[in-house]
Nanobody, 125 residues
Framework: QVQVVESGGGLVQAGGSLRLSCTAS????????SGWFRQAPGKEREGVSC????????YYADSVKGRFTISRDNAKNTLYLQMNSLKPEDTAMYYC??????????????????WGQGTQVTVSS
């Protein structure tokens, strides 16, 4: 059974940093593209950042470019999202996902079949 578990969310002031982690089990993590998505109340889920199974190609939404960094450690079955210079508009539930399809130009939730329960990130102004 596939399990995806996120951690690292919390409350931070604007300009601060957080590091999200995601651990997957029940699958060969290195065979899957992985991504971080977020959903704020009343808004659609959006792809924040995705990374190819090899870890050498990444995608970032324009809203987070230069502030967020995605990385993975396939030996540990773990995905990370380093978030710096956080803004109040980054407040959302953040989800980790794994999928077998990779697109270099976008991060689509429909391409990912295994999801975690989410971790809340709240940025105060």
């Amino acid at each position: 059974q596939v399990q995806v578990v996120e951690s690292g969310g919390g409350l931070v002031q604007a300009g601060g940093s957080l590091r999200l982690s995601c651990t997957a089990s029940g699958l060969t993590f290195g065979d899957y593209a992985s991504g971080w998505f977020r959903q704020a109340p009343g808004k659609e889920r959006e792809g924040v950042s995705c990374i190819k199974w090899s870890g050498d190609i990444t995608y970032y939404a324009d809203s987070v470019k230069g502030r967020f960094t995605i990385s993975r450690d396939n030996a540990k079955n773990t995905l990370y999202l380093q978030m710096n210079s956080l803004k109040p508009e980054d407040t959302a539930m953040y989800y980790c996902a794994a999928g077998t399809k990779w697109r270099s130009t976008t991060c689509r939730s429909a391409d990912f079949g295994s999801w975690g329960q989410g971790t809340q990130v709240t940025v105060s102004s």
